[in-house]
């Protein structure tokens, strides 16, 4: 096996979770524990930003080509500022061809307007979490659209080149006093370019990930470098048994520089 796209039938069906050894040609450990994970114990989804190259029709063949049937879908296939009925339009082409929208974002907030915006859009869409980026001074204010939304919104790190949310460990700084429905959407690439170990930020902070992406840039670097697929396997078989003990997160999503 030597394609992205076999990685990704791999993930997407549960088969990494029994370890690869009987499906590579070249040796490979076992790894304690992957016996018991089952298909069914997190759900893998794609992050919309994967797909900012594609259509929304192509967004779709290529998920279905994978068998990763659950989206988090970006801004360029569906416009902030869409109508109603424009996103009733994007969602039905999505649901038609099997897709689930299970959130939004990364959406980024620098107004109480950009706020007010994004959960009525998330309103519009459907889904009760947001993937976004509110500045800081803002956090009171979207705590408020919290209470009266009952939504979750999971906060996007972005590593060392962005100063706002650089690591998880900033964001549970900075909500930790807050609302709990406030909390993590982990970037599992941006964590180790910011020279922090995953696995470890995945465990200190399980009870407030609501969504994990895995990037595929990894290496302590401000510039993003797309990984390997035998990279990539590595990185997903390390933190599998993090993730079965998660039960929060909608969805643990892919988020690819190359595809």
């Known amino acids: ?98 897709i689930n929208v299970y959130t939004v974002g990364v959406i980024y907030m620098k107004t109480q307007e950009a706020v007010d915006q994004a959960f009525e859009y998330a309103k519009m869409a459907g889904v009760k979490l947001i993937i976004g980026a509110p500045n800081y001074d803002l956090l009171p204010y979207v705590e408020k659209k919290i209470k009266a939304y009952d939504f979750r919104l999971a906060i996007h790190n972005h590593g060392p080149d962005n100063p706002l949310y650089p690591n998880a460990t900033d964001i549970w700084d900075h909500i930790k006093d807050l609302d709990p429905r406030i909390g993590i959407c982990i970037d599992i690439g941006h964590t180790t370019r910011d020279g922090q170990d995953p696995s470890v930020d995945i465990e200190k902070y399980k009870k407030r990930i609501y969504d994990i992406h895995i990037k595929d840039v990894t290496r302590q670097l401000k510039m993003e470098q797309p990984l390997k697929w035998e990279e990539e396997l590595l990185i997903f078989r390390k933190l599998l048994p993090l993730f079965v003990k998660l039960n929060t997160p909608e969805a643990v999503a892919l988020n690819l520089k190359k595809i």
């Open 1 to 98: 096996m030597k394609s992205r796209r076999q990685f990704f039938k791999l993930a997407g069906t549960g088969i990494l979770a029994a370890g690869v050894s009987s499906i590579y040609s070249t040796a490979s450990a076992a790894v304690p524990g992957y016996a018991e994970v089952s298909a069914d114990t997190f759900t893998l989804g794609m992050a919309g930003y994967t797909f900012m190259d594609f259509t929304v029709e192509k967004t779709i063949e290529m998920m279905n080509r994978v068998g990763v049937k659950n989206l988090s879908l970006k801004d360029f296939h569906m416009p902030m500022n869409s109508t109603r009925e424009q996103i009733n339009e994007v969602l039905a082409k999505f649901k038609a061809g099997g």
